[in-house]
């Protein structure tokens, strides 16, 4: 996503900083406009810039004077470059002054709820007074209530630090994006500038400003958090016991205390010691003790006696001091407190003489929270109903805002109670004129996170509300604009996807053009998003005055560029998988064809590809979304200047290339890695209320960004006003209980290059290994959540090669705070004697040209090049565009990559080994082999049952004599290996070792073992497997060498299976891996299936199988040489190849097996397998 729009949608979540935030696109903006700039034109603005840019020598020693009316391309750069960073100044001016007063606001505020927090806690160690009413004590052991849990002036100051809380939440992501934003803008500007001021103006010029010092700020995090747990705590009855945590607790407020007073004059109340103060804390005391005592007669059972102590607890109360607020706080309280019904209160009111009006001033605001009796009552999705009238006729106002800028509308909304909004709507009317020319109420106040009635309703699906809403005056179509940062309601509902919602709010004015949000997306962009299909007609085309649909499609509309990545909402029905969706929106009138490309000039099928949705992929291919022609990508009309055509500086490639050259593996370490799921997927926090329930609550939604976002930004997760104070985790710090192992960090939202962690561990340690997980805030250092994975955990993979990991979270009290996801693997070095680097070539340092071969017909071994065999010619050499659209030769070395010429040449003939019951390899042409009328898997067999069933299909003693006579050449090969079933070890020993070998390794993945007809336990270690594998190879090159050989096997290992392909390229440094994308398959049209062609059955197999955007990352996290890539996803989208090749992979592809003659070479690919030949070009290289 670009960095602008997402800033302007957090800002939305942030209305009250959204002023004060950087100006980020101003600066981009003024960046371009000296970048289009010819000739410098010295305004007043720049003036001033000039004369004060010497506030850093950085910008300093550039400056000089224009002089010359046609100034030189340098004055002209130190110019722009004054006027730039003059401007970067100003934003940090106002970016630190309004942190500077946020940060101190907040300090007072906590210095108060401190000081009051230390009166509690005085207070409740003090003997509680009598009661003012004997309540019996069946009635005591009914409630069976701790009298600090309801303890009212504990949930006021609880519901104060949660509040204060949300407030330092919001101040660390206005610190966090903003840093980010400056970090962007002198990235752009040394872009556009060829400079490289960026490092230099952070260090000395940003990060010295207060406001991106952390210390304060997580210090104020680190007080505000640890205040909570313990007011959680003494609410759940773990009531502190003083000594040093008390003095711990005070220590801030001491500092408060002694200097001039200051919470006492912001609180109306003296400062704590003073004589007055006693009488303060013996009113908030009284007020405890009538609550609880209220809250405790709430939970008796109906009866005379419970009615007459009720009547002699409200005449009790009447009598005393100031009884009317007494009672009515009490009465405000009640109404919010949903374990007292209805029945009750109204029983209380009933018991009041005349009017309960005389002894309830319903109109009191809670001082701390602002709310009112009309907030507490819509707060409950049921009950209350009849305090609306009450509070509507002692004058409450509805448009009364509370602590977190909400109305009785937003909480009504938000609950789905349609009735409960009329009756306040209508009771007020549409529009009642106050004293300052406002009105009393708009239906579309926004709240602290600009909100509205009507999107909290929209939100909701809460039909009936939007309606009346609607029909009293909310807003469907608010004007948007740079002043004016707002949610739009049409955009907003398209999300949710709810027709009926939509329906009314385009009825409302049909004749409204649709607008772009803060993101630059329109409604068609959203509901294509978001996969609403049943949307699509509705949007385009639209509704006429009469509320049904009218019969003429809008082309424009549903072909309309957003301002996001300029896509028609068809790419991002297709990137997100939603055929459905895409398929009505080419009906509608959607190209998909050459006539729509985006900005880097790909296609919508060439997004399918990547994303590897089959279904995408043929919708496409069938209304002819393919490129007919080379089409040059688009580039920006913007005319360059020479400077820009002057190509960057790049040193040649090093004579040791930089990435290919070497081959990591395992010695005598074992490799664990672990992985974790994009964003924060994998923590799952519980929302614990005191006393209450929990509710599971993942932080995945508050950072994701969508498939079609083109960046990946660092942010915290927004903060949400109704929400538990839990603050969402910023890292993830991983130790172990092994001293050698350095601690990790994860920061969160996790990516795609940090989602791994990987361990190299003693063989003897794992065992005895165990991983404590931490989860910590952005700011602050007070730990969140702890996890510990046990002793025994990585010892369990005796079937598999890994697991998924769900382990308890548990907070600082010890209570299950949630839990966290994760995938583990485990690959253990090869357990036999590895080949020596020093005396067998490897294919990274190979310089031999390894030539194919063939016989005569004399059975003559005989040199020959790829030509002169089954496998057709190759011509990797030409231009091909790369994912920048520039031509490039994709057959010379770059910096991404770099191979020498090595062994990777010429013809390798695939076999395919399979695992037997026991672990033996054997070389088999499926998986199954059928045993009268049925298939039994291979791996269910041992060798000796094995041996049985082959010597009644094959005469095999004719079959070896063939292979080992001069008879033998490819073409009987081939054939042989459709039939044969042999023991790896019996066939390496058999066949020539001229024949290069592409060992196909077919291992099932964890969702074919759980589909497929094995046995128990007739699957393996995979470990052991490869081993088995290895041992065989190992064993074979030595004696050949030994044997005096002068030909040298070449081998290529590949599988279908990530795990294998881990497995081989960790174990042994000798031979090269490729990782083969078997999971999008064409069978007469693209089909989505497990990585071995099975079908998926409803169950969803490894991403990195399907997908070629996964399949990469995979390839180039791990390592491997290439990837083995689908010839007829390379033949329908062309461009593929050059994305590709650009991640310094090997490419090859492969044909179908329907092919029948040898398809026309694909341009600009290494090499091609066909019939169970892969061919490489004659000289690799990437």
């Not at 309004?98 to 160690?125: A, C, M, P, V």
């Not at 804390?281 to 005592?293: C, F, I, P, V």
């Not at 009866?303 to 109360?317: F, G, H, N, Q």
Request: charged residues 20%.
């Amino acid at each position: 996503m670009k960095f602008g729009k997402y800033l302007a949608s957090r800002q939305l979540e942030l209305p009250e900083y959204a002023r004060h935030f950087i100006n980020y696109k101003a600066l981009k903006k003024h960046i371009k406009a000296l970048a289009r700039s010819h000739t410098y034109v010295h305004d007043e603005e720049d003036s001033e810039s000039v004369a004060h840019a010497s506030l850093h020598a950085l910008v300093a020693r550039d400056l000089s004077p224009v002089a010359s009316p046609d100034p030189s391309p340098e004055d002209r750069l130190k110019a722009n470059k004054a006027s730039f960073f003059f401007k970067v100044e100003r934003e940090l001016e106002k970016v630190n002054m309004f942190y500077l007063e946020k940060q101190s606001d907040l300090n007072i505020r906590l210095d108060i709820l401190l000081t009051k927090k230390g009166k509690i806690l005085q207070l409740l160690r003090l003997p509680r007074r009598s009661s003012a009413v004997t309540v019996t004590a069946a009635a005591a052991s009914a409630t069976h209530l701790a009298s600090t849990k309801n303890t009212l002036s504990i949930n006021i100051l609880y519901k104060n630090f949660q509040k204060l809380h949300q407030d330092v939440l919001r101040l660390e992501q206005f610190v966090e994006l903003n840093e980010i934003g400056f970090t962007k803008a002198l990235k752009k500007w040394d872009k556009q500038s060829k400079s490289h001021t960026k490092e230099l103006f952070i260090s000395t010029a940003v990060n010295v400003q207060p406001v991106f010092h952390r210390y304060e700020i997580n210090e104020l995090s680190d007080t505000v958090s640890g205040c909570l747990l313990e007011l959680e705590a003494i609410m759940d009855g773990d009531l502190p016991k003083g000594g040093p945590a008390l003095a711990v607790v005070l220590g801030r407020a001491a500092r408060l205390a002694a200097s001039s007073g200051l919470a006492a004059s912001l609180t109306g109340s003296p400062p704590p010691g003073s004589p007055s103060s006693d009488g303060s804390d013996t009113d908030d005391k009284e007020m405890d003790d009538m609550y609880n005592e209220f809250v405790n007669l709430s939970l008796l059972p109906p009866s005379p006696e419970t009615e007459s102590v009720l009547t002699e607890w409200i005449r009790a109360t009447i009598a005393r001091t100031y009884a009317r607020e007494k009672i009515s706080r009490v009465f405000l309280h009640a109404v919010g407190n949903a374990t007292i019904s209805d029945e009750f209160l109204q029983r209380a009111l009933a018991i009041l003489e005349d009017s309960p009006l005389s002894y309830l001033d319903l109109s009191l605001t809670d001082e701390l929270t602002g709310e009112t009796c009309l907030h507490a009552a819509c707060k409950l999705a049921q009950a209350r109903r009849f305090v609306i009238p009450l509070a509507l006729a002692a004058g409450v106002p509805i448009g009364m805002q509370d602590g977190n800028g909400r109305t009785c509308l937003h909480y009504a909304s938000v609950n789905g109670r349609d009735e409960v909004l009329r009756e306040l709507l209508e009771a007020t009317g549409e529009v009642d004129d106050c004293s300052d020319g406002q009105t009393a109420y708009r239906v579309d106040i926004l709240d602290n996170e600009s909100m509205s009635p009507l999107l909290l309703a929209i939100q909701n699906n809460a039909l009936a509300c939007v309606q009346v809403l609607l029909a009293h005056g909310a807003n469907p179509f608010p004007r948007l604009d740079d002043s004016t940062l707002q949610y739009l309601p049409l955009n907003y509902a398209c999300r949710f996807g709810d027709a009926a919602v939509v329906h009314a709010l385009i009825a409302c004015a049909p004749a409204v053009p649709h607008q772009a949000d803060v993101e630059g997306l329109y409604p068609l962009h959203v509901a294509a998003r978001y996969g609403h299909a049943h949307l699509i007609l509705l949007l385009v085309q639209g509704v006429d005055e009469s509320g049904s649909l009218p019969l003429k499609d809008d082309l424009s509309e549903v072909n309309r560029l957003d301002g996001l990545n300029k896509w028609p909402p068809l790419f991002y029905a297709i990137t997100n998988s939603h055929s459905d969706t895409a398929e009505q929106l080419i009906l509608h009138g959607a190209h998909c064809g050459e006539d729509m490309l985006d900005d880097d000039g790909f296609l919508a099928l060439y997004y399918a590809a990547m994303a590897g949705g089959a279904r995408e992929l043929n919708l496409l291919l069938k209304y002819g979304g393919m490129r007919r022609q080379s089409v040059p990508t688009r580039k920006d009309s913007r005319s360059q200047s020479p400077m820009d055509l002057i190509p960057d500086f790049q040193l040649p490639p090093p004579i040791i290339p930089l990435r290919r050259y070497g081959h990591n593996f395992l010695d005598k370490k074992i490799f664990l890695q672990l992985q974790f799921y994009p964003n924060r997927e994998s923590i799952v926090l519980y929302n614990s209320v005191p006393g209450g329930a929990k509710l599971a609550s993942s932080f995945a939604s508050a950072d994701t960004v969508h498939a079609n976002s083109r960046h990946t930004l660092h942010a915290s997760a927004p903060v949400s006003a109704a929400g538990a104070y839990k603050q969402p985790p910023g890292r993830i710090t991983l130790s172990t209980n092994i001293l050698d192992v350095v601690p990790r960090n994860i920061l969160l939202p996790i990516t795609d290059s940090t989602n791994t962690v990987s361990f190299q561990i003693e063989a003897r340690d794992l065992a005895q290994f165990a991983v404590d997980f931490e989860l910590f805030p952005t700011f602050g250092t007070r730990l969140i959540a702890k996890a510990t994975s046990m002793v025994n955990l990585f010892t369990r993979a005796g079937k598999l090669h890994g697991y998924n990991v769900t382990v308890p979270l548990f907070d600082v009290r010890l209570r299950n705070a949630g839990e966290l996801k994760f995938d583990y693997r485990i690959v253990h070095p090869y357990s036999g004697v590895p080949l020596e680097i020093s005396k067998y070539e490897t294919y990274w340092k190979s310089t031999k040209k390894d030539e194919i071969f063939t016989r005569d017909s004399a059975g003559k071994v005989r040199e020959g090049s790829a030509r002169d065999t089954d496998g057709p010619a190759r011509d990797a050499d030409g231009p091909v565009r790369d994912a920048n659209g520039t031509a490039r030769d994709l057959a010379s070395p770059s910096m991404l990559s770099f191979v020498t010429a090595s062994s990777l040449s010429g013809q390798y003939l695939r076999i395919r080994l399979v695992m037997l019951n026991d672990g033996t390899p054997v070389v088999c042409p499926h998986w199954l082999i059928p045993v009268g009328s049925i298939d039994v898997p291979i791996a269910n067999l041992t060798p000796a049952e094995l041996d049985r069933i082959t010597s009644d299909l094959f005469d095999y003693p004719k079959l070896m004599l063939d292979l080992h006579g001069r008879n033998f050449n490819t073409k009987l090969l081939q054939k042989v290996l459709k039939i044969i079933y042999l023991p790896f070890k019996a066939f390496l020993q058999i066949v020539p070792p001229e024949v290069n070998l592409d060992i196909e390794v077919y291992y099932p993945t964890d969702i074919e073992l759980q589909q497929l007809p094995y046995l128990l336990n007739s699957v393996r270690n995979s470990n052991k497997f490869i081993d088995a594998i290895l041992t065989n190879i190992f064993t074979h090159i030595r004696a050949l060498k030994e044997a005096g050989t002068v030909a040298s096997r070449s081998i290529v290992f590949s599988s279908s299976n990530p795990d294998i392909c881990t497995i081989l390229n960790w174990k042994q440094p000798n031979y090269p891996v490729f990782f083969s994308m078997g999971g999008l398959r064409f069978e007469r049209e693209f089909c989505n299936t497990t990585t071995h062609g099975f079908a998926l059955c409803g169950a969803k197999e490894d991403v990195a199988t399907y997908s070629l955007s996964a399949a990469l990352k995979f390839a180039t996290n791990n390592n491997l040489l290439g990837i083995i890539v689908a010839g007829r996803l390379l033949e329908a989208v062309p461009d593929l190849v050059a994305t590709i090749r650009s991640r310094g992979l090997i490419l090859v592809a492969t044909q179908d097996a329907d092919h029948t003659a040898a398809p026309a070479p694909l341009a600009n690919i290494n090499g091609q397998r066909f019939n169970d030949v892969l061919s490489f070009n004659e000289d690799v290289s990437v």
